[in-house]
């Protein structure tokens, strides 16, 4: 069990203030405002169009990689010094990226800052959850993994007026940006930890099936989430003929969706719980995505842009909220979170690269890539309806593993 050593609820507000700046930083901006820096990189001719996409798939390799490094580096260190380290890290990747010394060195910065956010990603809600009361904890994820949203809908707004000063300057604005937030948040993180009893030794204890059930929904909806996230704007741009303006108006939609999210299925997670909640967030996803290619009009690609926007960051609290459902142990909590999140980085690697390579093979074809999205949400949702069918057995017969993957037990 926990001790009761938090702190005041007063309090409860500052670790989650620098979990919003680590997510922010890490993956708000390491990772988005990347995208709207990809024409400027090829036209100042810093790098050549298919250095650029090799580049942005630096990002999302570091990312695995710092997801499978988080928390043995946080064991040698601790969790607060780790999240500290890796934000500096993301900083210093910034100001470094403001020099094309060559591709080699620009994808060292790109990997260390996705390195960084993989470890954020993993640390964060483990660090600060449990200083923050569990009948707000869903609303409290959505908090912190707002940070994402801001930095999706700030590559947006912020990225284009530093362009006008110039490329170079751009970083060292997002550096600077990232050096404040880094600053911030230095002091916020929880200064008292949460100790947690060693486990009773019991070989019988073994992992509910619903937590790799939610390991395989995660990693399909990482793959879901990958062509809207990546071929958003192109579609509307070059896809659709309608220019680069119209395309950024979109993004900062899907921008705005990914400010709501977070705290919105957050709520969800609190009231109706993370199980249904996860449900309907699907089933709205997968209508979404699939609705895309037949959205003509600016009005119809702006509504779908902000509930797509809401995706990405937005199941992540909920994710978060089942892993805490499944598993009351907080030690069982992180490690479990630790593997979702190693899960969802593999699957959004993969899916980024052959999402590429099959936009290129077919010449370009956008539908393609958001029926295949839309595909991979449904068969995050068939998972779990799979489970429910073995409902229709008497519960007598059924073990208590299958119930509890099921949904009929926590």
């Not at 380290?85 to 470094?96: D, I, P, Y």
């Not at 010394?101 to 790109?110: E, G, H």
């Not at 709205?284 to 995505?289: L, P, R």
């Not at 017969?397 to 299958?402: N, Q």
Request: charged share 5%; glycine share 10%.
């Amino acid at each position: 069990m926990l001790d009761t050593h938090a702190p005041p609820r007063s309090s409860v507000w500052l670790p989650i203030f620098a979990g919003l700046c680590a997510s922010l930083v890490s993956i708000g901006l390491a990772r988005f405002a990347y995208t709207p820096l990809i024409p400027s990189l090829i036209q100042a001719q810093w790098f050549s169009a298919n250095d650029v996409v090799y580049l942005g798939a630096a990002n999302l390799v570091g990312y695995l990689i710092g997801a499978l490094i988080g928390r043995p580096l946080a064991q040698r260190t601790s969790n607060k010094s780790a999240l500290r380290v890796m934000m500096v890290a993301v900083t210093l990747a910034f100001f470094a990226c403001g020099f094309p010394l060559s591709v080699v060195w620009f994808f060292a910065w790109r990997l260390l800052s996705g390195i960084a956010g993989g470890a954020i990603m993993v640390l964060v809600a483990a660090t600060v959850l449990p200083h923050v009361p569990a009948a707000r904890r869903g609303l409290a994820s959505g908090a912190i993994f707002l940070g994402i949203g801001l930095g999706i809908a700030g590559s947006g707004t912020i990225v284009p007026p530093l362009l006008s000063l110039g490329l170079q300057q751009t970083w060292f604005g997002l550096g600077l940006l990232a050096l404040v937030l880094t600053a911030a948040s230095w002091f916020a993180w929880p200064t008292g930890t949460l100790h947690e009893a060693p486990a009773p030794s019991d070989t019988s204890a073994r992992t509910p099936s619903g937590v790799y059930l939610l390991f395989a929904q995660y990693a399909f909806m990482a793959a879901g989430l990958v062509p809207a996230m990546v071929f958003l704007v192109d579609y509307v741009a070059r896809g659709l003929g309608d220019g680069a303006h119209i395309g950024a108006m979109i993004w900062v939609m899907y921008g705005l969706g990914a400010i709501v999210g977070p705290v919105t299925y957050g709520f969800l997670a609190d009231k109706l719980g993370a199980r249904l909640s996860i449900r309907v967030v699907l089933v709205v996803q997968a209508i979404a995505v699939g609705l895309l290619p037949f959205a003509g009009s600016f009005t119809g690609l702006a509504v779908l842009a902000v509930i797509l926007g809401s995706f990405p960051p937005g199941i992540v609290p909920l994710a978060l909220a089942r892993v805490h459902e499944l598993l009351p142990n907080h030690h069982q909590q992180q490690v479990a979170w630790s593997r979702a999140t190693v899960s969802f980085a593999t699957f959004q690697a993969l899916s980024g690269f052959a999402y590429s390579a099959l936009f290129n093979s077919s010449g370009g074809q956008h539908a393609l890539l958001f029926m295949i999205a839309a595909g991979a949400i449904v068969v995050a949702l068939a998972l779990e309806l799979g489970m429910i069918l073995l409902n229709r057995r008497p519960l007598g017969t059924v073990p208590t593993h299958t119930l509890i993957a099921a949904g009929n037990l926590k």
